[in-house]
């Protein structure tokens, strides 16, 4: 199995005015006033030896997916590219691996695939780092994180010590965690545990458009390959790749409202799709609503929202954070307005 590997100089450099347009997939021009890359914990440790962590906390960057940087950062950034992935345990039935939090997701999901490790397969494609995943608990096509999630480890940058989180500490909800609340802007990621299964395959093939493809491309017993194989296909028609467009995927999370305050809405667009949830309240998919608001595949300026799929807020060329913001803005009093519903980013707006 692959071992874990210090790709580094033995003391991290920091760098003044870093330029970090290549380093978000929205490519927005952006620059930190410092930054630094992490590729151990031994790195982060140093940091905090040097009192790296005393006057501020930098922001943790990792493939810089979901998020929305403004042009100058008078912060620091922390590029976490801590790497490896191995098997750790495995008993008959699952087998535990563990991966750096620099590791990029889809390479993870793909190498479990391969090895025939059942769980991540649904979520494939989606871009960014392993470390990353837990903080929005990353979800697609019926599967989120935190059904496979065993526990992470972080370090703490306010007492320079290394933690383990086990799932129940972690906080996950939709789009949630606890690193979004309590522990927001204070940790480091480092490394990820995953349980995953070896034999008996979950399959999760209900989500509608999966579901839909499987049966175009007449596969009645999918295996996890299969899933992953449409999920990838799935996604590749759907979504912008940001090499070609810039985006950061859904920019907002998809509201989740009292039955009570769905009532109205469903008087006047009987065709609002949404789904029940546990103590009568609805989710309602934002990428309808927006569409509804007038959005989708309209342009102002070198910002829009994408042809295929309202939720994507895309970069056509020499945006910059702040024009996508109020792009987002717009679009938010607009969805308000009609429906009286409030979006709320799941990008990140770094400023
Ligand atoms: C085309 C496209 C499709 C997408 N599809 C999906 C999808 O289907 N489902 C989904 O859930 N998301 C999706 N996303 C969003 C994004 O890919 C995920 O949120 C991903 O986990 C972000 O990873 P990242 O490494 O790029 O994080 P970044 O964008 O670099 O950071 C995101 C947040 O995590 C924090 N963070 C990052 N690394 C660490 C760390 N090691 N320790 C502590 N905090 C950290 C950052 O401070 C920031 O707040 C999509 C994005 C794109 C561009």
């Not at 009987?270 to 595949?297: N, R, T």
Request: net charge negative.
């Amino acid at each position: 199995m692959t071992h874990f590997s210090v790709k580094s100089s033995s003391h991290p450099q920091i760098k003044k005015n870093f330029d970090l347009t290549s380093f978000n997939t929205l490519g927005l021009p952006s620059k930190a006033a410092r930054f630094v890359e992490a590729f151990s914990t031994d790195h982060l440790l140093k940091l905090h030896e040097q009192a790296f962590f005393q006057e501020e906390f930098p922001f943790v960057l990792g493939g810089g997916s979901n998020v929305l940087l403004k042009d100058y950062l008078d912060i620091s950034v922390l590029k976490n590219s801590i790497s490896g992935k191995k098997v750790i345990k495995q008993d008959d039935s699952f087998v535990w691996i563990e991966a750096g939090a620099g590791e990029n997701w889809h390479e993870l999901v793909d190498w479990a695939v391969e090895q025939d490790f059942g769980g991540i397969e649904n979520l494939a494609l989606i871009p960014g780092t392993v470390g990353a995943a837990p903080i929005q608990n990353i979800g697609a096509y019926g599967v989120e994180l935190d059904q496979v999630f065993e526990s992470l480890e972080l370090f703490d940058m306010r007492t320079g010590k290394l933690h383990t989180y086990c799932r129940e500490e972690c906080g996950f909800g939709y789009r949630d965690s606890i690193f979004k609340h309590e522990l927001k802007g204070r940790v480091i990621v480092t490394k990820v545990v995953l349980r995953l299964t070896k034999i008996n395959h979950i399959i999760h093939s209900s989500y509608r458009s999966l579901n839909d493809f499987l049966r175009e491309n007449n596969i009645t017993k999918p295996e996890i390959g299969d899933i992953f194989d449409a999920v990838v296909a799935i996604r590749r028609s759907k979504l912008p790749d940001p090499a070609d467009l810039g985006n950061a995927g859904s920019f907002f999370k998809n509201p989740v409202v009292e039955r009570a305050a769905l009532e109205p809405i469903l008087h006047e667009y009987s065709d609002i799709p949404y789904f029940e949830m546990e103590g009568e309240v609805v989710k309602i998919p934002a990428g309808w609503l927006i569409e509804k608001a007038g959005w989708k595949g309209r342009r102002v300026g070198n910002v829009g929202t994408y042809e295929n799929q309202a939720l994507v807020i895309v970069n056509h060329g020499g945006a910059t954070g702040e024009e996508i913001y109020e792009h987002a803005m717009r679009i938010k009093a607009s969805v308000k307005k009609l429906f009286g519903i409030d979006l709320v980013p799941e990008v990140n707006i770094v400023q």
